[in-house]
């Protein structure tokens, strides 16, 4: 993690760079403007370019990784948030299962490219929204851990229903988005990915999955 705090120092310190010679205009569009000339694109505006955020590990298209709050640059650590999420109550009013992280098929039975997905259940008499959730992913080899907060906005599930969530960057309904230069595409060892999925007023639900060593995925879900 030293390495990319190293990587972000440098990055800050380019900008400061540009930003003077460029007459000390400190508005976001010059110091973007100049940051994209002279190392390409900065997709999300967070001060790092494209480029660099593939070498860190974070996310070009989310300014905040790892939904911390945090600009990503100002970040020490964009790609491990705390778990933000607390809630005390005992009351069960659903259930996740079925969690899968790779060879996945769609509901016709064609394949997928490898993402996190499971089931949500309610079990309640209502229906159920504004969920949250918390995953972390874990290399099993070296024990280093990232951990991502995501608000799922729009995801209803009725009583008594099932319904899929995903965690990939098609924009479909029920799916999420992911970092594509997350752990989970890059890192080719073995890896755990455990799940805290909550809504208000309920018991939280949790589960694991492991995904099995292997080349170095390509993030293009």
């Known amino acids: 993690m030293s390495k990319k705090i190293y990587i972000l120092a440098f990055i800050t310190l380019l900008s400061a760079l540009l930003l003077a010679a460029c007459g000390g205009n400190t508005t976001a569009t010059t110091a973007n403007s100049s940051s994209a000339a002279a190392d390409g694109p900065d997709t999300d505006g967070d001060g790092i370019p494209d480029s660099a955020e593939k070498v860190l590990g974070t996310d070009p298209n989310a300014a905040d990784t790892d939904g911390d709050g945090q600009n990503d640059l100002a970040d020490k650590n964009p790609t491990m948030a705390d778990n933000p999420i607390q809630e005390s109550s005992t009351t069960e009013g659903f259930t996740i299962s079925g969690l899968l992280v790779e060879n996945n098929e769609d509901a016709n039975g064609v394949g997928v490219p490898d993402h996190l997905e499971f ?34 906005p729009g995801f209803t599930v009725k009583p008594g229903a099932t319904k899929d969530i995903h965690f990939d ?3 479909q309904p ?5 970092n594509p230069n997350s752990a989970f595409y890059t890192d080719p060892n073995g890896l755990t990915v455990t799940v805290t999925l909550h809504a208000p007023g309920l018991a939280l639900q949790t589960g694991s999955v492991d995904k099995d060593p292997a080349g170095a995925e390509g993030g293009t879900e």
């Open 169 to 171: 960057n098609t924009g």
């Open 119 to 152: 089931k949500v259940t309610n079990t309640g008499p209502a229906d159920l929204t504004n969920f949250d959730i918390y995953y972390t992913i874990t290399d099993k080899d070296t024990g280093d851990v990232q951990g991502y907060y995501r608000t799922l």
């Open 174 to 178: 029920d799916h999420f988005s992911v």
